[in-house]
């Protein structure tokens, strides 16, 4: 159930940050429905989303993001290949060493920090730098490896991983953590999740661009007029 819920509500997050880039690249959009307020409801639905996540706790959200990078190696070795011009050997190559530096780091998680009450600081110092690296390395590769538009899309996408990475970090040293004397705790925790969800809220918000698909939706509508 805790696992179900929150692989759900991670896609909450992006509710308000799509509703007011939308708002931002494609004010022409046609909108039969248009949201009265959206400049306050939306960073208020980011930061929910950010609360739900961070109060189920590390180890929930330890499950959901190992499972969620199960799946990032498809990005590499279908759509960059097909879609952003990149070279199949790399994409390939990039997915799986993806998949296994994932496999490897959630082992050792799961031996040293879930089930281990030893030195659990330094085994996330150590888990989290591997997870920084396989989610950053990739990511710097592929946008050099892809077409002009592909690299728009990594570099607007970047805010994403940072999100993911500070949730991370604040699950494991706040008060929903696995230590017994949270590095930061209640209600200071809650606070400074907050601060991180507007943060990015608006990191995203600025980041997005009007893609072709925009475009095409719009010349749609136009032309239904």
Do not use: C
Request: glycine share 8%; no cysteine; hydrophobic share 50%.
């Amino acid at each position: 159930m805790n696992f179900s819920s929150l692989a759900t509500v991670f896609t909450y997050v992006m509710g308000g940050i799509g509703l007011q880039t939308l708002r931002r690249t494609a004010p022409d959009l046609r909108r039969p429905v248009k949201l009265a307020g959206s400049k306050v409801i939306a960073p208020i639905a980011t930061v929910s989303a950010m609360l739900v996540a961070y109060w189920s706790g590390f180890t929930t959200i330890f499950y959901v993001l190992t499972s969620l990078f199960i799946l990032v190696p498809i990005f590499w070795i279908y759509y960059a290949v097909k879609e952003l011009n990149m070279n199949r050997a790399l994409g390939v190559t990039l997915g799986l060493l993806q998949l296994l530096s994932n496999i490897l780091l959630a082992y050792f998680a799961y031996v040293n920090i879930l089930n281990s009450s030893y030195n659990l600081i330094g085994s996330f110092i150590m888990y989290f730098l591997g997870f920084l690296g396989m989610s950053i390395i990739p990511s710097l590769i592929g946008y050099l490896a892809v077409n002009e538009t592909g690299r728009k899309y990594i570099k607007s996408g970047l805010w994403l991983i940072g999100l993911i990475l500070a949730t991370y970090v604040m699950s494991f040293i706040g008060n929903f953590g696995l230590l017994s004397s949270p590095i930061v705790p209640f209600p200071y925790d809650t606070i400074l999740v907050v601060i991180i969800g507007l943060v990015f809220h608006y990191l995203a918000v600025y980041s997005g661009f009007r893609t072709e698909e925009i475009e095409n939706i719009v010349r749609e509508q136009a032309q239904q007029d």
